[in-house]
């Protein structure tokens, strides 16, 4: 079940009403309702991936239990690579396995040896599989540095673990965070309820205009770029980096808003990455659950920045390769990860990667600097160019991208490939960016203007332009699923 289906708009009223008018005196009763709910909006995708999340919920159940029981060190360390090694054996046997057997065979063939794959596999990679299994190891990390004890409420605990409306592409929670909201009471909140609609109405907005709008756009112009001049390439990775980030941020305003109906508030994931002046700021804005995951989990046990530069570097270069693999099973996601470390490293190294952390673009002003303008658009460039890797199939294909980017200076003018007016298209991105920028200091409140003849027309504007852009023929599922 997605988010922008109609299953989900019968499934959601149907749960929200049961939970506050049938169990709403009981939190055992609405923390079951959770769980039931959860198993059956992934179930509707794929029901035997069911057992996975059960697995993967009772084996960091009982290790958590475990490790806070021991005291010596390497026993309770013990316990944890269970935890890991399940957990990371999930994703390596479904997301990698005939990622490393073909590239077994290719290095092989390197040498002289010619071998077929005969050993890979015919493997559904199961929704959701890289964000649970994360949210349930970080939950046998923090046991292990002794940052929260470990529950024995299991029908709570697989409740964290499997909280629909961030299951399948997060945020990635911390126990901390959400597993403490579901073990205590939660009360009906008016206005909670009014912001959590608000928020999905705006990643629906997000998806259907922006993302799903520019999704024929994007595939068309990466299927085809061989037959396309450098201008209609640029064209193409722009858009991009805006469907991605529609579809995504998206995904996560719906699930943020969805959370909020049922009394959750889970952690923000986007903060208008696109309006970052460096590399640094943009990933303290983008993907803010897998970035933090990866900084408290690898980047800070690895030393961080506490340790020489050299080894600082290293370990900046570790987070963004494996946070490149944990992207999917191709290398062209390591080479954006290795991109990134190479645009992260000189911001680290002249001390500019935490100077942005608490601040906006235009902070005492409503207008950019014409420094913090040039910030932001050398920014976005980096981080667009990256996303040729991102998006391309192959890396001979990324590079083929790429070369004809700079060397085919020729001129065309792109054609739609449904028909459609480009002029509207690019109407639509720069009054997107203008209205991101207007509402850049608050992620949470997209409607959030004291005049209620503005919020009536901007509502207005945003639900005729979803049932303008809606596209039955295009596939509606999230890009981030995938992974």
């Not at 806070?68 to 994703?91: A, C, H, Y």
């Not at 995504?248 to 923000?268: C, H, N, Q």
């Not at 999917?328 to 001390?351: D, Q, R, S």
Request: glycine letters at 6%; proline letters at 3%.
């Amino acid at each position: 079940m997605v988010f922008n289906s109609l299953e989900f708009f019968i499934f959601l009223p149907t749960v929200f009403v049961l939970y506050w008018f049938v169990f709403k005196k009981h939190l055992k009763a609405q923390n079951i309702l959770i769980l039931v709910a959860s198993y059956v909006f992934y179930g509707l995708w794929d029901w035997r991936f069911l057992s996975l999340i059960l697995l993967s919920t009772l084996v960091d159940y009982y290790v958590a239990i475990k490790i806070d029981s021991l005291e010596e060190k390497s026993k309770r360390k013990s316990w944890l690579w269970v935890s890991v090694i399940f957990n990371v054996g999930l994703l390596g046997f479904f997301k990698y396995y005939n990622f490393f057997v073909d590239s077994w065979v290719d290095m092989v063939s390197l040498f002289g040896y010619e071998m077929k794959s005969t050993w890979t596999l015919r493997v559904i990679l199961p929704v959701g599989i890289s964000f649970y299994t994360f949210q349930t190891m970080s939950y046998s990390f923090d046991v292990y540095y002794k940052k929260l004890k470990p529950t024995t409420d299991f029908l709570s605990f697989a409740a964290f673990v499997s909280f629909f409306p961030q299951l399948v592409a997060g945020p990635i929670e911390r126990a901390s965070n959400l597993l403490s909201q579901i073990l205590n009471k939660r009360r009906f909140s008016y206005d909670q309820t009014v912001s959590g609609l608000k928020l999905i109405l705006w990643g629906l907005f997000k998806k259907v205009v922006i993302a799903d709008a520019l999704a024929p756009m994007v595939d068309d112009i990466f299927t085809n770029y061989s037959s396309y001049p450098a201008s209609t390439l640029v064209l193409g990775v722009t858009m991009f980096s805006f469907q991605v980030y529609g579809d995504f941020s998206g995904y996560s305003d719906i699930a943020i808003g969805t959370a909020k109906l049922f009394g959750v508030e889970l952690m923000s994931n986007f903060n208008f990455p696109n309006f970052s002046r460096n590399v640094a700021e943009y990933w303290q804005r983008w993907h803010i659950s897998l970035s933090t995951w990866f900084r408290h989990y690898v980047y800070i046990p690895l030393g961080g920045s506490k340790v020489s530069k050299l080894k600082s570097i290293r370990n900046i270069c570790i987070v963004f390769l494996v946070s490149g693999f944990w992207h999917g099973a191709n290398w062209t996601f390591i080479f954006w990860g290795g991109f990134h470390a190479l645009a992260f490293i000189p911001v680290f190294l002249m001390g500019r990667n935490t100077i942005y952390k608490d601040s906006v673009v235009g902070e005492n002003t409503f207008f950019p600097t014409l420094t913090e303008l040039g910030q932001v658009l050398l920014t976005f460039g980096i981080v667009t160019f990256s996303r040729i890797f991102f998006r391309s199939e192959s890396i001979t294909s990324a590079f083929g991208f790429i070369n004809r980017i700079f060397t085919d200076f020729s001129y065309g003018t792109y054609n739609h490939p449904m028909g459609y007016r480009m002029i509207d298209y690019y109407i639509l991105i720069i009054l997107f960016v203008i209205y991101e920028y207007i509402i850049r200091k608050d992620e949470r409140s997209p409607f959030k203007f004291k005049s209620k003849g503005v919020r009536f027309v901007i509502y207005t504007i945003v639900i005729l332009s979803m049932l303008l852009f809606y596209d039955s023929n295009i596939d509606r599922s999230f890009i981030y699923f995938q992974f």
